[in-house]
């Protein structure tokens, strides 16, 4: 925890930690996550260094899309826990100073949801089926979708009920999106972000916060030209009949007045994938307040797209008029940075392409040279973490975990890969959502289905045995073996580990803080084409300005005189210079 969390703005350079509750820890040996694990690793969250977990979805749900597909935004899945133990984990977290910060998806429900059961009850026309977006389908007997928009997941985003009207959902067709002109929806979430807060809750995720408003009304895909497909959200001007709609602000200027009735005011934090120069318009601080920066997580290891990254997601807080930047590497959604980062790199935003077509083919078609994956991780999580607003590390990202690109398709869980236009193209993204490794020594032993995994133990992810003494299942996700190298308390003993590196540059970085976080807080440093570089006040009395350096060209770069070193990526070179793919962190005597 740092200071700054005592503060009402606490979330302005907040380290926020993504917990994906039903891999970080299993207490009761049925191989699945839950709550109450999270509970038992406070002290280890503590000793971390982080300011606040963010749970993504642990409310009950048929799990059709991970969790978010909800069935009750109010409740604990009885699989992960009850409201007591969230309780309790508040209070644990609240106790070591931790804030808690929770998930919300507004865009959909669960298709076993109260309010969906009803619209399909009560039938054509019914106040219940205007909860949601039901139509009659074209054609001479309605059998045709009502226009040609795409589901995100692939295939049409209209499914056809019982009595012949379609609804519509952008995801997974047990994910049916709510319809935001009804005024029980807006109930509905008021009640849910007061719940949530009544329990301690203190600030929100706001899933696909770029979606919630759509214009049923407009063209089909066809007439409005191709570069309005589903799949390409973040390029569009406000016109986009799915995304970005200017309508969805004033649902956000609504809740707002929802968390202001809260002291401290509560947080929330969109998710939307938008192009840069609109992803402001929901940090404003009359509606969400913060908003994901999506390009370091986008980002090829390439000091242009890296560079970009930076003035972009700076330029957004400023134009935010009291936001704050964010820095996000990875999260549930996208395949690992280290991994990333250890394969080949082609320019221009394909970098996902390249992990999505390796794990298609189990890890086998582009050589993931983990050593320069890692060496880059640490780099750039000096870039990202010097820099001022708030960062966002996603669970195993500080044990430097690599992606599993090899489960079995028959142990997958991710719906995309079997979606219709998918259709086995993509393996999904469970390769970043397989249950942590917590202890070496637990070690399972080659499973029979495929020796490169383990069964019969779970890296201490589970208890050896349950109370009733019988042994705990397997993950729900299988644990490759060379998770051993990575278990946290293997990693607490090596002071090279990645463990070490990132509790070491959090509090590095706590120290440094400065009261505000500002986005101008920043002077860029121009040391060359293949350099980023820049200085920040630092937060002692001296005087002394922070300087980070990351030299991503081969030429190694001499550091400047009149500066001590806080701490480096990598060794320097004999002459002291910054090598390759490394970054340094410097106090300078201004
Ligand atoms: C968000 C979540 C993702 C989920 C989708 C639909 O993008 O991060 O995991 O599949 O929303 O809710
Ligand atoms: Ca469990």
Known sequence: ????????????????????????????????????????????????????????????????????????????????????????????????????????????????????????????????RDRYVFREGRGKNGELPPNDWQSLFGGPAWERVNDGQWYFHIFAKEQPDVNWKNPDIHEEFKKTFRFWSDHGTDGFRIDVAHGLAKDFDSKSLEELGREYTVQDQTNHDGLNPMWDRPEVHDIYKEWRQVFNEYNPPRFAVAEAWVRPDHQHLYASPD????????????????????????????????????????????????????????????????????????????????????????????????????????????????????????IPWDRLEDPTPFRTLRNFTEKGRDGCRVPLPWTASDEPRPASWDKDFGEGASFGFSPATRQDGSASADPHLPQPLWFKDFAADKEATDPDSMLNFYSKLLKNRAQLLTATGDHDSIDMLDMGHDVIAYSRPAADADG???????????????????????????????????????????????
């Open 544 to 590: 002394h300005s922070f300087v980070n350096i990351t030299n991503f060209g081969a030429a190694p770069v001499a550091l400047p005189a009149n500066a001590t070193q806080l701490m480096a990526s990598a060794d320097l070179d004999a002459d002291g210079k910054l090598l390759q793919d490394a970054s340094v962190w410097l106090l300078a005597t201004k």
């Open 287 to 406: 509606e969400l307040g913060q908003v994901f920066n999506f390009e370091f997580a986008k980002a090829n290891w390439d000091v242009d797209e890296m560079r970009t990254a930076v003035t972009e997601g700076l330029q957004s807080a400023k134009e935010s008029g009291g936001s704050t930047s964010t820095w996000v590497m990875s999260n549930h959604d996208i395949p690992r940075n280290a991994s990333r980062y250890g394969l080949p790199q082609v320019k221009a935003h394909t970098q996902h392409q390249i992990a999505t077509d390796w794990i298609l083919r189990n890890g086998t078609t582009y050589i993931e040279n983990r050593e320069l994956g890692t060496r880059r991780a640490r780099a750039a999580a000096m870039l990202e973490f010097g820099l001022p607003g708030s960062v966002y590390i996603y669970q195993g990202e500080e044990l430097g975990l690599f992606e599993v690109p090899n």
């Open 1 to 128: 925890m740092t200071l700054n969390n005592t503060r009402d703005d606490w979330w302005k350079q907040a380290v926020v930690y993504q917990i994906y509750p039903r891999s970080f820890k299993d207490v009761n040996g049925d191989g699945i996550g839950d709550i109450a694990g999270i509970t038992e690793k406070m002290d280890y969250l503590t000793s971390l260094g982080i300011d606040a977990i963010w749970l993504s979805p642990f409310y009950p749900s048929e799990l059709a899309d991970g969790g978010y597909d909800v069935i009750d935004y109010r409740n604990v899945d009885p699989r992960l826990g009850t409201m007591d133990d969230f309780d309790k984990m508040v209070e644990a977290a609240h106790k070591a100073g931790i804030k808690v910060i929770v998930d919300i998806v507004p865009n959909h429900t669960s298709d076993k949801h109260r309010f969906f059961k009803e619209a399909l009850k009560a039938g054509r026309g019914s106040a219940a």
